[in-house]
């Protein structure tokens, strides 16, 4: 079953804050987070295990709270290069192969 | 350079009409999935691979096959494209994690497919 991200959209200033929801009605191994630009592939952003963990990459964060099932990503001071559409991947078992992603979220960064 | 890479990168096709888009990588995975993109609904997985042999539906599989002969090849099997298969495909490949769940996930660059 496919996590809900929420918001769908947002629209931000240059410098403005985000936070990005992953939703999962099962129980997760991990979660992945991934951004993409119009017209190219996804490519990754990082993975949270089960365990709560807390991760982060240069003003992209994410957290994993395992007993909600959900994750969020922060984006802090957001930069143009941040607009694309985010989406979550969730693992629900490991040694698998099996993502399931969510429907995406899509940012705009404007000046 | 590692990469995943797909072929054709464009396609357009008549209803039934059987076609087959590659799939390779050279970074030894043992791990291959394809996935549709269609607008709103995100990527949804259509076939898995854990490895040679191994392979096993995703969420959308109807209309779909795949084979996994080789570790580096994941081909994608339309045996009577509809037109409700137009879409975006994308395969990608991964590793397991040091503790066992799936690692980063590399993407190829899409095979536009509209069948008509």
């Known amino acids: 079953q496919q996590p809900v991200q929420s918001p769908q959209a947002v629209i931000l200033r240059e410098g403005e804050d985000a936070v990005i929801n992953c939703s999962s009605s099962k129980a997760l191994y991990s979660v992945h987070w991934y951004r993409q630009k119009h017209g190219e592939a996804p490519v990754f952003l990082m993975i949270l295990l089960k365990g709560g963990e807390q991760k982060g990459h240069d003003k992209i964060s994410a957290s994993f709270n395992e007993k909600k099932q959900q994750s969020s990503l922060y984006l802090t001071a957001s930069q143009l290069s941040y607009s694309g559409t985010y989406f979550c991947g969730t693992e629900r078992s490991g040694n698998t192969g099996k993502l399931i992603f969510g429907q995406g979220t899509t940012l705009q960064v404007k000046p | 350079e590692a990469q995943v890479t797909q072929n054709p990168r464009y396609l357009i096709t008549v209803t039934g009409k059987k076609l087959t888009v590659t799939c390779s990588q050279n970074m030894n995975h043992e791990y291959m999935s394809w996935y549709r993109q269609d607008p709103g609904l995100g990527l949804r997985q259509i076939y898995y691979s854990m490895n040679v042999e191994v392979t096993d539906k995703g969420d959308v599989p109807e209309g779909y096959k795949v084979s996994r002969k080789e570790k580096r090849n994941f081909p994608l099997i339309l045996e009577s494209p509809s037109p409700n298969q137009t879409s975006l495909y994308f395969c990608?490949?991964?590793?397991?994690?040091?503790?066992?769940?799936?690692?980063?996930?590399?993407f190829g660059p899409g095979t536009r497919l509209t069948v008509l």
């Open positions: 990608a490949s991964s590793t397991s994690d040091p503790l066992g769940g799936t690692d980063t996930q590399y």
